[in-house]
Each structure stands twice: as structure tokens, then as C-alpha cells.
């Protein structure tokens, strides 16, 4: 055996089989996947992909409801990439909303809608 400082051992339903000489050889193989299975494979990544989209902008949809029923702020995400609900009402100069707050505030300023905006664009 030489001295690598890995010790490979082999298993089989938890059994060990054999253990680790200088003349066991390993071999990896990942198996060919056939070009319509790989866009049958990419379809169904699509679709969970698009379920799962779909299924956090619902969520989204009631926690800013929520916001907007109490007058809170909602959070979603990790700090540097999330976003902040700012629900009816916010006042856009009091939370440094700027152009992305004021599309949706009426001429004093105030939130009309509620609005989900970045982290990233708040810096």
C-alpha cells in the first residue's frame, strides 16, 4: 500500500467487502444520459424551477398583504440578497426610498402601493 494518507475501503449494503490493497483499481463512472433524456431531465428542472418561483411570489403576495393590513415592513432573504416590503403608507423620504419608492407614492410621498425593493438597491 503506498503511504497517500487515504485509507479506501469498499462497501456494499454496509458490509465491507474487501479492504484496500495495491492492486484494487477504482473506477468512477457517471452513466451516458441520452440526449432526449437530458431534455426531458432540463424540462422537468424547468417546470420545478417555475413551480417553485411561482409558489414564493404567492407567498410573497400574502406576507405584503399582511404588511399592508398592520403597517409594517416585511423581510425576505439574507442580508446583501433580499428585499424589504415597504407596505401602503410608508412615507418615501423617511425610509431613503427614492425613485424606486416614489413611482409608487402619491404627490406628498406616500406609499399607495406597497413595494418590494432590494438590499442591493438601497446602498
Same mark, same amino acid.
Given at each position: 500500500?503506498?503511504?497517500?494518507g487515504?485509507?479506501v475501503?469498499?462497501?456494499?449494503?454496509?458490509? $465491507? +467487502?474487501?479492504?484496500?490493497? *495495491?492492486?484494487?483499481? /477504482?473506477?468512477?463512472?457517471?452513466?451516458?444520459?441520452?440526449?432526449l =433524456?437530458?431534455?426531458?431531465?432540463?424540462?422537468?428542472?424547468?417546470?420545478?424551477?417555475?413551480?417553485?418561483?411561482?409558489?414564493?411570489?404567492?407567498?410573497?403576495? $400574502? +406576507?405584503?398583504?399582511?404588511? *399592508?393590513?398592520?403597517? /409594517?415592513?416585511?423581510?425576505?432573504?439574507?442580508?446583501?440578497?433580499? =428585499?424589504?416590503?415597504?407596505?401602503?403608507?410608508?412615507d418615501?423620504?423617511?425610509?431613503?426610498?427614492?425613485?424606486?419608492?416614489?413611482?409608487?407614492?402619491?404627490?406628498?410621498?406616500?406609499?399607495?402601493?406597497?413595494?418590494?425593493?432590494s438590499?442591493?438597491?438601497?446602498?
Amino acid at each position: 500500500m503506498t503511504d497517500s494518507g487515504y485509507k479506501v475501503k469498499l462497501f456494499i449494503a454496509g458490509q $465491507e +467487502i474487501m479492504p484496500y490493497d *495495491d492492486d484494487l483499481s /477504482v473506477e468512477i463512472r457517471r452513466e451516458k444520459v441520452e440526449d432526449l =433524456e437530458k431534455q426531458q431531465i432540463q424540462k422537468l428542472i424547468d417546470e420545478k424551477t417555475r413551480a417553485a418561483e411561482d409558489y414564493i411570489d404567492s407567498v410573497k403576495a $400574502e +406576507i405584503a398583504e399582511l404588511a *399592508d393590513k398592520a403597517g /409594517v415592513h416585511a423581510y425576505w432573504g439574507e442580508y446583501g440578497n433580499g =428585499e424589504t416590503y415597504f407596505p401602503v403608507g410608508t412615507d418615501v423620504q423617511a425610509e431613503y426610498l427614492g425613485w424606486e419608492g416614489s413611482e409608487y407614492a402619491d404627490e406628498n410621498g406616500i406609499l399607495t402601493e406597497g413595494v418590494w425593493i432590494s438590499s442591493s438597491s438601497m446602498c
